[in-house]
């Protein structure tokens, strides 16, 4: 799926920057080590910390990078499988290092008036169990119910427009020709993000 | 809130035993560090692993202390701060690894026939926003709704009863004598989680 997006997407002529949490060994706790600067070094508050930060160009280089990141997209789009009805633990702590207050959000500037207004997002993932599973009703669920904490506060809290997840659901227990058919589909879907309307992330 | 639960529960007689994550420097990336066994040492699928090691006592120490705590416990007790309508990173990678194939769910063994059922388990939050904007409607949602996915997808699933969550909104801005209010509050819940009635997460 992160192959397919990026060839589907250079060879349309778009430019891609990835993020490869496993790769790059991304650190996931938050503490001291996100910030170069120090607002307060006996209480430690975090988010008193990234205010700080983001008026002292404070920020650990490789949150530097990802905010720099995060500025220069149209759309993000992330690659995951679910895990535990939400995504694994080293992206959950990209968010909460990544997305400082100041930088992603704070001061009245959420949802409508977050920094990313503008800017699309959309889950691509990967799920255990089969599509039967994640209806309203199903086993896990109805998947948008699954999915909405995600989508409503972190995506539309930052100011992102949230466009409809990209789901395979099973692929072990696909066939190959079954796989690459949604490959296929997939790397069509990209070409026109632009253009699609936004997701319904539902209500609670 | 920890220390007070764990007062709270010493004084009446209750064993406790704490996992604090930060203190440990718990590591929340999940690959094969979780283990000490292999099952297959090209092609990595951590299922199929956690199953090997369910069989052959292959956790990696720090997992098997915490799976450990979970056979002993008759009641699992989270306190986090919600951070982006969820755990921090370190505590979902905590599920991410502990609550392993073979040990926490599988085979048939989820939700009413999950390994953990019998016991008990309660989410303890503190919030940034107030009480108001956890509602139905309000700015950031129910907050039950917020849950779902981890009162659902984590706590059902492997079989746990879920509890009412115990939930201080907006800390930072209560009064030294609120604070204290809620905190004697917390203390004479816990001395009756035994009789409690479950708590409905709600459906979709």
Not at 71 to 100: E, H, N, S
Not at 109 to 132: C, D, H, I, M, W
Not at 133 to 150: E, I, N, T
């Amino acid at each position: 799926m992160l192959r397919t997006a990026v060839a589907s997407l250079e060879a349309a002529g778009h430019a891609v920057q990835v993020t490869d949490l496993y790769h790059l060994r991304f650190e996931p706790v938050s503490d001291r080590r996100n910030f170069t600067t120090v607002h307060d070094a006996v209480f430690y508050k975090q988010q008193l910390e990234e205010l700080h930060a983001t008026e002292h160009h404070g920020f650990a280089l490789d949150l530097e990078r990802e905010l720099q990141k995060l500025a220069w997209c149209d759309v993000m789009i992330w690659q995951f499988p679910l895990w535990w009805f939400t995504v694994p633990a080293v992206l959950k702590g990209w968010v909460d290092r990544v997305f400082a207050m100041g930088r992603a959000y704070g001061a009245g500037k959420v949802y409508e008036n977050g920094p990313f207004q503008g800017k699309r997002a959309l889950l691509s993932l990967t799920t255990g169990g089969g599509a039967a599973d994640y209806q309203p009703g199903g086993l896990q669920g109805d998947l948008a119910g699954v999915l909405r904490p995600l989508h409503r506060g972190i995506l539309q809290f930052t100011g992102f427009t949230v466009l409809a997840p990209q789901v395979v659901y099973g692929p072990v227990r696909l066939s190959q020709a079954e796989r690459e058919a949604l490959l296929d589909a997939w790397a069509a879907r990209l070409l026109t993000l632009a253009e699609e309307a936004p997701f319904d992330v539902g209500a609670y």
